[in-house]
């Protein structure tokens, strides 16, 4: 079973609206990440957390900014949604076998902007 | 700058006719190939991790092997079940806290 939830899993909103999509996690891991993944293309990081009180940019440039107060909840909030923003975003956590991140993914919350 | 390519982007096969996927990579000081399972509408699952070359795992009619440059993905007499995108990712550089870099992934289509 999941450890990791995300909500909504759908959503979809006009244009100018502000969402945040939430993520959660009862694993105690430290580190966790949102990825952006549009149909038939690879994931693309787009924040990280490695603690409490750290967040940062990943290797895709995103208008959404993230924040991690508790250890457990990294959620993502887009200030003015546009319809280039409509894609499948992902959270995941991970901790550390042998020296290599094992990350577990939540079911992904699909974000329609019109 | 890391890479991972993964071929054939998409795969057909019948029910019991085993076939490998294969993931490339260029990275500068692997420190994990992972292989997950994503099902249409989920985000993906883990499957295996692999060290080092030479290393292989294997869950039920799946089993993984690392070299130097590449990872292959065997699938033994699959099943209907099988069907799903089948992504690679790599682990790169010093620190244990490095990110992950993802193939586009093979999507799998398993017909009875």
């Known amino acids: 079973e999941a450890d990791i939830y995300q909500t909504p899993r759908y959503l979809v909103i006009g244009t100018g609206k502000k969402i945040t999509l939430e993520c959660s996690q009862t694993?105690?891991?430290?580190?966790m990440y949102w990825y952006q993944q549009d149909p038939g293309m690879e994931l693309h990081l787009i924040h990280y957390?490695?603690?409490?009180?750290?967040?940062e940019k990943g290797d895709l440039s995103s208008e959404s900014t993230v924040s991690r107060i508790r250890t457990e909840h990294f959620p993502l909030t887009l200030e003015s949604a546009r319809p280039s923003h409509t894609s499948q975003y992902l959270c995941?956590?991970?901790?550390?076998?042998?020296?290599?991140?094992?990350?577990?993914f939540g079911a992904g919350s699909r974000l329609t902007v019109l | 700058e890391d890479q991972v390519t993964q071929s054939p982007e998409a795969l057909r096969l019948q029910e019991g006719e085993s076939s490998s996927l294969n993931c490339s990579y260029t990275?500068?000081?692997?420190?994990?190939l992972f292989w997950y399972r994503q099902d249409p509408g989920k985000g993906p699952e883990f499957l295996f991790t692999?060290?080092?070359a030479g290393e292989e795992k294997e869950k039920e009619r799946l089993k993984a092997t690392l070299t130097k440059k590449e990872s292959f993905l065997h699938i033994t007499a699959p099943k209907p079940e099988d069907s799903a995108t089948y992504l690679c990712?790599?682990?790169?550089?010093?620190?244990?806290?490095?990110?992950?870099?993802f193939g586009e992934g093979t999507q799998l289509t398993v017909n009875p």
């Open positions: 990275v500068s000081g692997l420190r994990g």
């Open positions: 957390s490695y603690g409490v009180n750290s967040t």
């Open positions: 692999l060290y080092s």
């Open positions: 995941a956590s991970s901790e550390l076998y042998s020296g290599a991140n094992v990350l577990t």
């Open positions: 990712a790599v682990q790169a550089g010093e620190t244990s806290g490095s990110r992950l870099t």
């Open positions: 694993m105690g891991h430290d580190k």
